[in-house]
């Protein structure tokens, strides 16, 4: 169900647009850690702050993030970016205004709608913090689910990332090749083609973009790109007679 945005028009547009926060880079690059340090600063400095987080698969999820070193934070679990809009007008009507912030974890799991609510509660005056996953595993922009069922996306991060009043916070992970602390890309060790494929350790690695496009290139994901820019390249070679 795409979420009815209207709801918020009712509030007054802020004088200036809340800043929206956008923590995002590979598996492993520390965004979790990243998003609760910020919940933890908006904490000591005294902020109304909301946490949510996407279900997935329909798994029954813990109403909370944890990060890898153990840090830890509650969070709304919603099913869609509709709840979030619904959540966030149950906090007005039980404290009278909106919250200073909201954090949204794993952003790339919501339907295409969070680019909506994340744009509107900017406009009204409310700072965000998100992080998420900017390419998947194919590395190409990690596109959000339907908003309706059954429909096909039309918009991937790229759309989030470009919103006005964005501050980028790109986070580097360790490739796992070479270690160097560069890792921009998230690369599939096991098999399978589906998008979303949940896992950890034993399922992705970080690596560098030079190791990411070697490994695809190895599996030969990149054969048939490959093979068009040699005979372009040969193409060029001929017309200069080099
Ligand atoms: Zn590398």
């Not at 990243?34 to 919940?39: D, F, I, Q, S």
């Not at 790109?170 to 921009?184: D, E, F």
């Amino acid at each position: 169900m795409a979420p009815d945005i209207r709801k918020l028009f009712d509030f007054p547009l802020a004088p200036r647009l809340g800043r929206i926060n956008a923590i995002y880079g590979p598996m492993f690059s520390g965004k979790t850690n990243k998003l609760l340090l910020e919940a933890r600063h908006l904490s000591i400095a005294q902020k109304d702050y909301l946490v949510f987080k996407p279900v997935l698969d329909d798994r029954v999820e813990e109403a909370c993030i944890d990060s890898h070193d153990g840090d830890s934070h509650e969070a709304i679990v919603v099913q869609s970016s509709h709840q979030i809009v619904d959540e966030l007008l149950r906090y007005f009507h039980h404290s009278k205004e909106l919250p200073d912030a909201v954090l949204l974890n794993e952003v790339q799991f919501f339907d295409e709608g969070v680019v909506e609510v994340v744009a509107e509660l900017s406009m009204l005056g409310v700072e965000v913090y998100w992080a998420g996953l900017d390419t998947d595993w194919r590395g190409v922009p990690f596109h959000f689910q339907p908003a309706l069922e059954g429909a096909t996306a039309a918009k991937h991060i790229g759309d989030l990332l470009l919103l006005p009043r964005t501050v980028h916070d790109r986070q580097y992970a360790v490739c796992k090749l070479c270690g160097r602390k560069n890792a921009t890309m998230t690369y599939r060790t096991g098999e399978g083609e589906g998008l979303v494929q949940v896992g950890g350790q034993d399922t992705y690695e970080a690596r560098c973009s030079r190791h990411f496009y070697q490994g695809m290139i190895e599996r030969g994901h990149f054969k048939r790109e490959q093979d068009k820019l040699t005979s372009i390249l040969g193409r060029l070679r001929e017309e200069l007679d080099l």
